[in-house]
């Protein structure tokens, strides 16, 4: 495992559409293994390959309930509800917050780790961090959808 760079947001490669993810082969569990490692490190709660310079579909994240981590590999949102506001940060761009309307409930399919397809049903946390966390992979940032001022801190 290594620690990856951050890829921030004067970077362009945030802007872009990741492509998916064709084999979880042994270079795909090195990167998973390294953007855990990295989240951990930087005290995230979410991480997507393209935040580390790989434009794939995928994403990791770990809000610390005990039910983590999570591997995303090629998701999809199949539905949503509700809705919730909320202050968040992002590791690619360091130092700012501000407030962001996502949904309270949301259901995402994907491969896990080992390529086999699950489901996620995600509220709260989970849910504005896996919705956060796909944004990434279009190419969004949080910044993009914050209501209201954005805070520097």
Avoid at 61 to 81: E, F, H, R, T, W
Avoid at 102 to 110: F, G, L, S
Wanted: with cysteine; charged share 25%.
């Amino acid at each position: 495992m290594a620690l990856r760079q951050i890829v921030t947001e004067e970077n362009d490669l945030l802007r872009k559409v990741s492509r998916p993810v064709d084999r979880v082969d042994t270079r795909i569990q090195t990167l998973i293994d390294d953007m855990l490692q990295t989240m951990k490190a930087s005290n995230g709660i979410g991480l997507a390959a393209v935040q580390v310079g790989v434009l794939r579909r995928l994403f990791v994240m770990d809000i610390q309930d005990g039910n983590g981590p999570y591997v995303l590999i090629n998701p999809k949102i199949v539905a949503s509800d509700g809705s919730q506001v909320g202050q968040e940060g992002c590791l690619s761009v360091p130092g700012i917050w501000g407030d962001v309307e996502r949904p309270a409930h949301v259901v995402m399919q994907a491969l896990d780790r080992g390529g086999k397809p699950f489901t996620l049903e995600a509220e709260g946390l989970l849910a504005v961090c896996a919705c956060h966390e796909y944004d990434h992979l279009d190419g969004i940032l949080f910044r993009d959808k914050v209501i209201g001022s954005l805070v520097k801190t």
